[in-house]
């Protein structure tokens, strides 16, 4: 991923970045080839903010102190204007899904589901 | 046309002052001549009409102390001698019977959309052993003066919400239901509305569903604040996160996050996502400012505008600029009214920041002072020249009752409040000539009356 992408996307959440994001990313680059180049980084940065937002916030599990709620409250929205800005209207509602899935199943007390599997899922969504 | 004021009191015997409530409640309902007929709902809560001049209010509480003393042998108190007594039963004996000494009902005449009301009459709710959480029921009759359009476009709203809120899961559900059934202003829906009859592809039912989808957005980010804010009350009812904790309250703002957000896609103008995602990252980012700056409370102007922008403003400039992007409308249009968005915005959260400052708004005043939210006016009394040293040592400590109820004093005392009401003015003023330039297809007193009224609480 490009210097400047890094540099932008990552205001304010520049810790993230060392402290497992970077791992995270990588992850979902393999998701992301059937995209166009320049897409591929912003889409896998995409989905690597929303999983990083949501374990942040502790979804599922014991609620974050106020602070790393909003940490991970930016992560999500930061995510989701990258999808409305780069991707296809299938992924971005693909992805509203995934988190809507695992966001009901939190305040159901249910077990979460597995939100990689589910974004990764989503990067594939054609309708 | 029924509805509830809801409100919280603070002390065991307060005398909340709800004129400009009902007031607002009759410019809503767009009621020209009638009748507001109000009732309170508890055994323990009175009505009255008087003045409201502290000193007054103080001697009605010596009153009712002399008539109805406290623990003066009420034959309610002996708990031995009643029936299925409740394990948090108060003893209250003397509340009942002062209560009984005022009234549960009253009406006000409504001429010309105001309260007829003599110079120095307003309307109280007594409370007579809070602090509590109270209700009182209010119905409007009479002549309405709204237009078809107007109801009709509100209603689109209400039933969109009403159908989105009917199909999700009910854990989360539930509490959005509550919290979007409180009431709220619904100004960024009202603004999606009207900006959404401006250009050449105008379609109510489609600016009807970004404008539920809006709120929703707008909702979402409110359960979220509220946790970090630890505010136990929202639109006088429980907050999500007191009702029902953290956790439920992360997952139901973050349902209703992606929710708002999936509907706002599936609309289909990808300039109408990107404007709304743009506005949502800048609420989030500029609410991690804020709560870093309650390490310097109050802070400074400069940041405090800042904050607002991003936190407030941005949503209301692109809650316009999407309604306008959704019919088609030009580019400059476009332009334009995002910058009267953002206007409004500021002068809408300058507006609030007063509220906590009025007896009468139904929320405990000096509230953001004890949970250090960012506030204009206490800004302004910090900087101000004689009460500034005492509210600066004030907000350096600990903030009991004494210390918020003499900082409220204070900044009441201090040019502070006239300061931020004219400021907001003068944004609301810059704002409606941001409409002068361009062609709104005769919606330029619709979105400039709905400015105002955005800020007519501190009128």
Request: hydrophobic share 45%.
């Amino acid at each position: 991923m490009s210097v400047q992408l890094l540099d932008r996307e990552l205001d304010r959440l520049e810790g993230l970045w060392s402290d497992g994001l970077s791992e995270t990313y990588g992850s979902y680059l393999d998701a992301v080839g059937h995209f166009d180049p320049e897409m591929q980084p912003k889409l896998a940065l995409a989905a690597a903010l929303i999983e990083a937002g949501v374990r942040l916030q502790g979804l599922g599990g014991r609620a974050a102190p106020p602070t790393t709620l909003l940490i991970g409250d930016l992560c999500l929205a930061r995510g989701s204007r990258l999808l409305a800005d780069n991707a296809p209207l299938a992924v971005q509602v693909a992805f509203a899904r995934a988190i809507e899935t695992a966001s009901s199943a939190a305040a159901a007390g249910q077990p979460a589901p597995a939100l990689r599997q589910l974004l990764r899922q989503s990067l594939g969504a054609t309708r | 046309m029924s509805h509830r004021l809801d409100f919280v009191t603070t002390h065991a015997t307060e005398f909340v002052d709800l004129t400009d409530r009902i007031r607002d409640e009759v410019r809503r309902a767009g009621l020209r001549n009638g009748r507001v007929h109000m009732q309170s709902l508890h055994t323990t809560l009175g009505l009255a009409i008087n003045e409201n001049e502290p000193l007054l209010l103080h001697d009605f509480e010596s009153l009712l102390d002399r008539l109805a003393p406290a623990g003066a042998g009420y034959e309610h108190d002996d708990f031995a001698r009643r029936f299925e007594v409740p394990l948090d039963e108060p003893a209250n004996g003397h509340a009942h019977c002062r209560q009984l000494l005022l009234s549960a009902f009253a009406t006000l005449m409504v001429e010309e959309g105001d309260l007829v009301l003599g110079r120095w009459q307003s309307m109280f709710a007594v409370e007579l052993d809070g602090p509590r959480q109270r209700q009182v029921a209010l119905q409007l009759d009479g002549e309405f003066a709204r237009s078809d359009e107007q109801v009709s476009l509100e209603a689109l709203v209400e039933l969109e919400l009403a159908r989105q809120l009917m199909v999700d899961p009910e854990p989360v559900a539930s509490p959005m239901r509550r919290l979007v059934g409180a009431g709220g202003k619904r100004l960024r829906p009202k603004l999606v509305q009207l900006t959404a009859g401006i250009g050449p592809r105008s379609d109510p039912l489609r600016a009807a569903e970004l404008a539920a989808a809006v709120e929703l957005l707008h909702n979402a980010t409110l359960i979220h604040d509220d946790y970090v804010d630890e505010s136990t009350h929202r639109r006088g009812r429980p907050t999500v996160a007191a009702a029902e904790g953290p956790e439920r309250a992360i997952a139901v703002g973050d349902y209703y996050f992606a929710k708002a957000t999936r509907l706002i896609a599936q609309i289909g103008n990808g300039g109408v996502t990107s404007a709304l995602a743009e506005a949502l990252e800048a609420v989030c980012a500029s609410q991690i400012d804020d709560v870093a700056m309650r390490g310097s409370y109050p802070g400074d102007r400069d940041s405090y505008m800042r904050v607002i922008r991003g936190k407030t403003a941005s949503l209301f400039a692109a809650a316009c600029e999407s309604g306008a992007l959704l019919s088609g409308a030009a580019p400059d249009v476009v332009d334009a009214l995002g910058r009267f968005g953002v206007l409004l915005g500021t002068a809408f959260q300058m507006a609030d920041d007063m509220v906590d400052f009025s007896p009468s708004s139904g929320k405990p005043v000096g509230l953001d002072i004890r949970q250090r939210v960012l506030s204009l006016p206490l800004i302004y009394a910090a900087e101000d020249r004689v009460v500034g040293p005492e509210v600066r040592r004030l907000l350096a400590g600990a903030l009991g009752d004494a210390e918020v109820g003499r900082v409220a004093e204070l900044v009441t005392a201090s040019g502070a409040l006239p300061r931020v009401r004219q400021e907001a003015k003068g944004l609301i003023d810059a704002a409606v000539r941001e409409l002068d330039a361009v062609e709104l297809d005769g919606l330029r007193p619709a979105l400039a009356g709905l400015a105002l009224s955005a800020v007519d609480r501190i009128s």
